[in-house]
Each structure stands twice: as C-alpha cells, then as structure tokens.
C-alpha cells in the first residue's frame, strides 16, 4: 500500500497572547473514510502552538532555542469533508523552562474540532 498527501494552511494572525490560522480541507489531508486525517490536524495545532512560543524569532535550519513540543494532547471531537478549519492558540503557561499552549480547532460553522494541548522547551 501506498499514501502520499500534501498539507497547508495559513497562519493568519501573530500576537504575543495569541496565534490563529486557517486549513482548507482538501484531498491532500483527507484520510480513506473521506474525513481530514487526524495527523493533518494536530500537526496544524502543533505547528500553531510552535509559532505562538516563538514569538518574534526567526526559524533557522538547525537554530538554537527552537521549542520542542514534550508533551502533546489531542482530544478529537469532530471532523469535516469540505471548507475549512481554524486554529487559535492561546498560552495555558508562560514559561522560562516550559510553556503550555492550547489550541482550538473549529470548522467553517464554528463547531468544536480539536482541543489540542502542547508542553514546549527550549532546545540546547
């Protein structure tokens, strides 16, 4: 068997209390049953939460500080075939040595999709 898939989205808002973005759902993340692989969501939750701990660094190959996700929890509610999905990440913690972010995912409608929470260190 073989799968190949292709997955965007947009982060469309940047503030130091809050990052949003937005995942049209096409067929590059689409898993057999027709529905958006749970992997494409948590990876647009993840990559969200990652962006709201950075801040204003820039990503570089390799760059120090980067902010590993030690912990992750997903608790998948709902999915869709069409449209498009939201991400807004919130700190839960602001920390030195770790911060906790959560991240909701909604549809075009508003309804309740994921409710991701990531753990965050600073990479040596």
Known sequence: MKFNGEIEFTITEKTVDHVTGEMPIQAGILNPFGTVHAGAIIWFADVA????????????????GFPLAINLNANLMGNGKEGMFFAQ????????????????????????????????????
Do not use: F, P, Q
């Not at 962006?51 to 820039?58: A, I, S, T």
């Not at 991240?103 to 753990?119: C, P, Q, Y």
């Open 49 to 64: 939460a990652t962006v709201l701990v950075l801040e204003n660094v820039e990503v570089a190959e390799g760059m120090k």
């Open 89 to 124: 990440s919130k700190y839960v913690k602001r920390g030195k040595a770790v911060s906790i972010v959560r991240t909701v995912v909604t549809d075009n409608s508003g309804r309740l999709i994921a409710e991701i929470t990531t753990s965050h260190v600073s990479s040596k």
